[in-house]
């Protein structure tokens, strides 16, 4: 698809034309951009992962108010609506992608298939008990989706060469991931300077994650950072101060913002080497730091009242006074709100980041630029 498209770069009403038609061809994604997605991550951009792992026991996110917008019921999506994963499938004229659980031993996912799973970190959890006797709240981790992302692989595309035709017309998305690693250290209140200290071993962790999806013959991996932490209603909640001085101009703390942008640098730097040796791959830095402080900034814009408040939780600061579930407040218009549930964002929020990666300026290639 890309030589053909290359054919009819110089003739812009060529490639409309041959854009509309292949539009009208249901199998094929935007101009046949992608024919797959494959994602990995966390609550972020989970579709039902660990809804199907946790069935069982259906915690808050598979209960009203969850999933009111669009889907109208819970989905298992940690949101009111769509995910980002969603605006990128809708604007690449693919499906909503499958989450990848329910059907991991028996699903063709002819469109591709979403391995994030809530409370994911990037490290394994063996990494913090071994190194700093910390144990995560979850089993979650990039390992044990590439495991499963490996075993579907083998599956329906078997033997290397199969393997590496499919992932070539695929869109990996690997992230966002790592927030994590950094969130439940944070909430565990412990030291902290010792983040500071893992950011290289997390970042290591998803550049490997990139080598091997390219080892397995992706061709376009998009690859986001980490976000304005330090303007999470959780994060203000537990970490309020009384030093002016501890916040910026937009009463975001200081110093998780600037933690986020420490992992952000050192993960671009990453991506930057791994280019330089990936000639012919196309590697998209994702910045969702930026596009969130677009609604940080300018939240009237977006028709966003206060960026810094949860749509979904109970009275107090920063509507933190409880967590999201079914007896909870729901203040207004999840569309007017940037946070859902004080940690995770609205649909609104990310459909304002997918918009600034799809058509930029938040991805130093436009994912809809990207074939
Ligand atoms: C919702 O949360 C509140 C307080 O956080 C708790 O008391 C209540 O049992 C929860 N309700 C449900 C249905 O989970």
């Not at 969603?86 to 909503?96: I, K, M």
């Amino acid at each position: 698809m890309g030589s053909f498209m290359g054919q009819y770069s110089t003739s812009l009403p060529v490639v409309l034309l041959i854009c509309a038609v292949l539009l009208l061809n249901a199998d094929l994604g935007l101009c046949g951009c992608f024919k797959r997605i494959f994602s990995f991550g966390d609550s972020i951009i989970d579709t039902g992962n660990s809804a199907y792992a946790g069935r069982n026991n259906p915690g808050p996110i598979m209960q009203s108010p969850y999933g009111m917008t669009y889907f109208h019921h819970p989905t298992g999506r940690v949101c009111d609506g769509r995910v980002i994963i969603d605006f990128y499938a809708q604007a690449l004229g693919l499906p909503l992608l499958p989450p990848s659980m329910p059907e991991a031993a028996t699903g063709q996912f002819p469109t591709g298939a979403n391995f994030a799973v809530f409370g994911s970190l990037a490290l394994s959890p063996n990494y913090y008990m071994t190194k700093y006797n910390f144990k995560m709240p979850m089993p979650w981790c990039l390992d044990l989706q590439f495991d499963s992302f490996k075993k579907v692989l083998a599956r329906i595309a078997p033997g290397q060469a199969a393997a590496k035709s499919l992932l070539g017309e695929s869109l990996v998305v690997l992230g966002e991931i790592g927030g994590n690693d950094y969130n439940f250290w944070f909430f565990a209140e412990r030291s902290r300077e010792t983040p500071e200290k893992y950011i290289p071993d997390v970042v290591a962790r998803i550049g490997t994650g990139v080598q091997e999806v390219i080892n397995l013959g992706a061709k376009t991996i998009l690859v986001p950072g980490n976000f304005p932490i330090g303007c999470v209603p959780a994060y203000l909640k537990a970490f309020r101060t009384n030093n002016p001085a501890d916040y910026d101009e937009f009463h975001c703390l200081r110093w998780f913002n600037d933690f986020s942008q420490k992992h952000n640098q050192a993960l671009k730097q990453e991506i930057n080497r791994l280019k330089s040796q990936n000639r012919g791959v196309k590697i998209i830095y994702a910045d969702y730091y930026g596009a969130a402080m677009e609604f940080v900034r300018n939240p009237h814009n977006y028709g966003i009242d206060d960026p810094l408040v949860a749509c979904c939780g109970g009275a107090g600061p920063y509507h933190t006074g409880r967590l999201c579930n079914k007896t909870a407040t729901v203040w207004g218009d999840p569309a007017k709100f940037a946070s859902w549930d004080q940690i995770h964002m609205t649909e609104k929020a990310y459909s304002v980041i997918a918009d600034g990666v799809l058509n930029g300026p938040y991805a130093d290639t436009p994912l809809l630029h990207a074939c």
